[in-house]
C-alpha cells in the first residue's frame, strides 16, 4: 500500500518562502507529484518529481530525495492568492489505471 | 492545457433519490477517468478508476451498486449516485488522463457539491 505525511497547516507571511514536507511509504516507487487545490475548486498539477534533486518552475520548486523517501515543495515570494491546499501524491504502481494516491494536504495561509 | 467539465457544479436532492453526476474531457480523449470524494478539510479519497468501455474499478469500502459509474465514451463517465442519504453528501471531482498525458498528471474537474436533505 501507500502513505503520505505531510504537515496539516502552515502559515506565512507574504513575500516569504515557505517548505512543505512529503514524507511516503511506497510499495513501489515512480515519482512525487504536487497538486494545489484552492477552496471548493478542482486541484491542479503543479510538478513532479521522478528523480531526486530540485525541478523548480518559478515561485515554485519541488524536491525528491529517494533514498530518504521524502520530497518538499518550495514556494518563495509568497503572495495572497497562493494561500490553498497543497496535496503530494504517489503513483500506484499495482493499478494498471496509473491512479495517484494522495496525501492528506498541507493547508496554507498566508498573512499580509 | 486539457480541460475536464463537471455537471453539475452543485445538486440538492432529498434523501431517498438518485443524482448523476457526469464528467467531460473537453479537447482529448480520456482512456482513463477517476472518481474522487473529498470532504471538508480532507484530501482526496479515490472512489473508483474507469477505463472506455470496461467495467470501474471500485476502492474498497466504495459501494459499487450505490456508486454506478459508466464510462460509455472516451469524453465522458458519469457517476450516478442511488438513493442518496445525507451522509453522501460531499464534493466529488473526476479527473482524466489521456494516452500522451504523463502517467504522473491528471487532469481534474471542477467538482460537484452535492447535498443531500
Known amino acids: 500500500g501507500q502513505s503520505l505525511e505531510q504537515p496539516s497547516e502552515v502559515t506565512a507571511v507574504e513575500g516569504a518562502i515557505v517548505q512543505i514536507n512529503c514524507t511516503y511509504q511506497t510499495s513501489g516507487f515512480y515519482g512525487l507529484s504536487w497538486y494545489q487545490q484552492h477552496d471548493g475548486g478542482a486541484p491542479t498539477f503543479l510538478s513532479y518529481?521522478?528523480?531526486?534533486g530540485l525541478e523548480e518552475k518559478g515561485r515554485f520548486s519541488s524536491f525528491l530525495s529517494r533514498s530518504d523517501s521524502y520530497g518538499y515543495l518550495l514556494l518563495q515570494e509568497l503572495q495572497m492568492k497562493d494561500s490553498a491546499s497543497y496535496f503530494c501524491?504517489?503513483?500506484?504502481?499495482?493499478?494498471?489505471?496509473?491512479?495517484?494516491?494522495f496525501g492528506g494536504g498541507t493547508r496554507l495561509m498566508v498573512k499580509p | 492545457g486539457a480541460v475536464v467539465s463537471q455537471h453539475p457544479s452543485w445538486v440538492i436532492c432529498k434523501s431517498g433519490t438518485s443524482v448523476k453526476i457526469e464528467c467531460r474531457s473537453l479537447?482529448?480523449?480520456?482512456?482513463?477517468m477517476f472518481w474522487y470524494r473529498q470532504f471538508p478539510k480532507q484530501s482526496l479519497m479515490l472512489m473508483a478508476t474507469s477505463n472506455e468501455g470496461s467495467k470501474a474499478t471500485y476502492e474498497q469500502g466504495v459501494e459499487k451498486d450505490k456508486f454506478l459509474i459508466n464510462h460509455a465514451s472516451l469524453t465522458l463517465s458519469t457517476l450516478t449516485v442511488t438513493s442518496a442519504h445525507p451522509e453522501d453528501s460531499s464534493f466529488y471531482i473526476c479527473s482524466a488522463r489521456g494516452d500522451r498525458e504523463s502517467v504522473y498528471e491528471q487532469y481534474f474537474g471542477p467538482g460537484t457539491r452535492l447535498t443531500v436533505t
Open positions: 501524491a504517489v503513483r500506484d504502481p499495482s493499478n494498471a489505471g496509473n491512479m495517484l494516491t
Open positions: 479537447d482529448f480523449q480520456a482512456t482513463t
Open positions: 518529481n521522478g528523480l531526486d
